[in-house]
């Protein structure tokens, strides 16, 4: 397992918000975390990316124990995080946005590459931050990330508020990168997008992961999901 998550544990101040959160994910997969809002699937993602500044438990990445490591150390080992706010810096162009994370492997796509995955960027690449679309914006944020060289990448709620036309760009650039070797933990709300691209899925509930539905098993689990998710 290139990510093993064990015992997490994650607070906010006072508020415990992760009580044990257990899973794991494979090299090549893409893996969503599925749950009603405030179970805790963000703050997995942060503890995660160690934007948690009280964590208990495990997480071994690559066999590296990561809990005790600040973001950027967590960068620096191969793993990227891109927010649900997406953080495009409004003062930069979309070019300088894009070139701005460093590079902290070999394997990132190249910017010419990326162009390819999300040609709109290359027709904005003048426009500042503000001045783009929520799916440019989106579209720039995946991008950014790609480029970096990290091999697990973590994406929280990459649909959110996107027309139909750009989530469907979105699930094809998933299924692209998965081809190309890219490990992705996913936290979606869209549960119809999640169920297209994803080889597992994790269900949270109240700061625990209490099921896991196969890919393929979904279909014949979904009045399960259905329950857990109040779809």
């Known amino acids: 397992m290139i990510l093993e998550v064990r015992g997490l544990h994650a607070w906010y101040g006072e508020s415990h918000i992760l009580h044990g959160v257990d899973f794991d994910v ?3 997969e893409v893996v969503t975390l599925l749950g009603r809002n405030g179970a805790g699937k963000t703050t997995t993602l942060k503890s995660i990316m160690g934007m948690v500044a009280r964590r208990q438990g495990s997480i071994r990445f690559k066999g590296e124990e990561l809990i005790h490591l600040t973001s950027y150390k967590v960068a620096r080992r191969g793993v990227a995080f891109c927010p649900e706010e997406r953080g495009i810096f409004a003062s930069l162009d979309v070019e300088e946005n894009l070139l701005l994370p460093p590079r902290i492997a070999e394997g990132g796509l190249s910017v010419e590459r990326v162009f390819e995955l999300f040609p709109n960027l290359k027709e904005r690449l003048r426009s500042q931050g503000t001045k783009l679309s929520g799916g440019e914006q989106q579209m720039l944020a995946i991008g950014r990330i790609l480029r970096t060289g990290a091999h697990l990448l973590l994406l929280d709620e990459p ?71 109040g779809v």
């Open 26 to 28: 494979a090299e090549g």
């Open 159 to 229: 649909t959110e508020g996107l027309a139909p036309v750009i989530v469907q760009q979105i699930g094809r650039t998933i299924a692209e990168l998965k081809q190309h070797g890219f490990t992705i933990l996913l936290v979606e709300q869209n549960f119809r997008f999640a169920q297209k691209i994803a080889d597992r899925h994790y269900i949270v509930e109240h700061g625990r992961v209490v099921d896991m539905v196969p890919g393929a098993e979904l279909e014949a689990n979904m009045g399960r999901v259905h329950q857990y998710l």
